[in-house]
């Protein structure tokens, strides 16, 4: 039982480069979810998809796009990067059963440094 | 808008100690989720334990205990005899019935052999 699987683990961009970052679920969980971490703070949400081609902004969007073709997959792309995308990505995936959120399972991590 | 506030950017507790983590939050929601995620050196977020905000009774989860306080929107996390591998990042988060999930900025907890 993998969770949620997010690749690559670490990785240094240039600016103004672009990439996309992977996360895939196995739990076949409709809602997913990225959110960054910046040192010494909580996690803020990017965007987050509540099922296949759908997908919604959260409280910080900018510079970033995601896609749904699958329950399984959600990766997030970043265009044009830039120093103040530095931060660890979390993708994660959530567990509604009926009406209830039993919680979040986290992906282990992308550390994303810009120079 | 809602927030989730932790007082305590650091606190130390020696094994097998109780040690309590604060969090506040506010909304004027009524029906909303509440947990604490453990963020261990690893970086892996681990759920530690959920509240359902229209359950009066705590959550339980072993060690892990929280005393729930609606009126108050408080929500503090009781660890009963701390172990080495607690150490880690815990952070309190709110989730509403939209999904919205708001963290707070994390209590760093030190375990001292």
């Known amino acids: 039982n993998a969770g949620v699987t997010q690749t690559p683990k670490f990785r240094i961009l240039k600016i103004g480069q672009s990439m996309t970052l992977q996360c895939a679920q196995d739990?076949?969980?409709?809602?997913m979810y990225w959110y960054r971490q910046d040192p010494g703070m909580g996690l803020k949400l990017i965007y987050y998809s509540v099922g296949a081609g759908i997908t919604d902004k959260g409280e910080v969007p900018n510079g970033y796009n995601v896609s749904r073709s699958t329950t399984e997959d959600f990766p997030l792309r970043l265009e044009l990067a830039a120093p103040s995308q530095t931060s660890v990505y979390f993708c994660?995936?959530?567990?509604?059963?009926?009406?209830?959120?039993?919680?979040?399972?986290f992906g282990s991590g992308t550390r994303l440094t810009v120079v | 808008a809602q927030t989730v506030t932790q007082s305590q950017p650091e606190m130390s507790v020696q094994e097998a100690e109780t040690v309590t983590l604060s969090c506040t939050y506010d909304t004027s929601e009524s029906d909303y989720y509440l947990f604490w995620y453990k963020q261990p050196p690893s970086r892996q977020m681990i759920l530690v334990i959920r509240?359902?905000?229209?359950?009066?009774q705590n959550a339980t989860e072993n060690r892990f205990s929280v005393n729930f306080q609606k009126a108050a929107k408080s929500f503090s996390l009781k660890i009963s005899d701390s172990q080495l591998g607690d150490a880690a990042m815990y952070f309190c988060?709110?989730?509403?019935?939209?999904?919205?999930?708001?963290f707070g900025k994390g209590t760093r907890l030190h375990i001292l052999p």
């Open positions: 988060a709110y989730v509403n019935r939209d999904d919205k999930i708001i």
């Open positions: 994660a995936s959530s567990d509604y059963q009926g009406d209830l959120n039993y919680g979040y399972t």
């Open positions: 509240q359902e905000a229209y359950k009066q």
């Open positions: 739990m076949n969980h409709n809602y």
